[in-house]
């Protein structure tokens, strides 16, 4: 079973403050997905990066998947409040639809 | 909009117990997934379906089963409730190597 580890687990910083969020795994993915989710909802998907080394960004969001593809960043600029919830990451196997999913990164803003 | 509806938010069962999870959704995806979410541990894959009746066992198939008799329905059956299956159930749906949308989760405790 692939294993995608993020870190860190728990953030919590004050609103107007960069932050990072590390996903890394020794597989290699198709593509990675990056999603949030929110207390008593699903995970919503917030962007899909296919290319080895490819940067996309999402307004205050910028994701990069890794050159080699074995690895992904999600960075956030001026955190905001509702930036607040849990981020997933989730590599998708070579050939086929399944997801494996992060661990799980869980983000406090502070007003 | 893409609707993924679950039966139930919150469930209590007995330990012993036959308990089954409904899941619907509104985009006549050919591809359903059942995950449980537990923290620390991200999602994990329990089961998936790529077409009705047709299913493929996950990461975690022990102790769970499903059934797919129409395309909008994927249903997830824990045959005799542990208490170790007490977690968050979470159902998403697909269209091809796209975008998993995803309900809003049962929260399933066994006592």
């Known amino acids: 079973t692939q294993l995608l580890e993020q870190s860190p687990q728990f953030l919590s910083i004050q609103e107007g403050e960069n932050l990072t969020v590390y996903c890394n795994s020794s597989s290699v993915f198709s593509s990675l997905q990056w999603y949030r989710q929110e207390p008593g909802e699903g995970p919503v998907l917030l962007v899909t990066v296919v290319t080895g080394g490819e940067v996309k960004k999402l307004k205050r969001l910028t994701f990069q998947f890794g050159d080699a593809r074995k690895d992904s960043s999600l960075h956030i600029t001026a955190a905001q409040p509702g930036d607040t919830g849990l981020y997933l990451c989730a590599g998708r196997d070579f050939g086929n639809e399944k997801l494996t999913f992060g661990t799980g990164t869980r983000l406090t803003i502070i007003p | 909009d893409v609707k993924v509806t679950q039966s139930s938010r919150y469930l209590v069962k007995r330990t012993g117990e036959k308990v089954f999870l409904e899941c619907v959704q509104d985009?006549?995806?050919?591809?359903m997934f059942w995950y449980r979410q537990d923290p620390g541990l991200g999602l994990r894959l329990i089961y998936f379906s790529y077409d009705v009746k047709m299913k493929e066992k996950g990461d975690i198939p022990e102790g769970y089963s499903v059934s797919r008799e129409k395309k909008e329905r994927f249903s997830l059956i824990l045959e005799s409730a542990s208490t170790n299956q007490t977690s968050m159930y979470l159902c998403?749906?697909?269209?091809?190597?796209?975008?998993?949308?995803f309900g809003p989760g049962t929260r399933l405790l066994v006592l």
């Open positions: 985009m006549d995806h050919e591809n």
């Open positions: 998403a749906s697909s269209s091809g190597p796209r975008t998993q949308y």
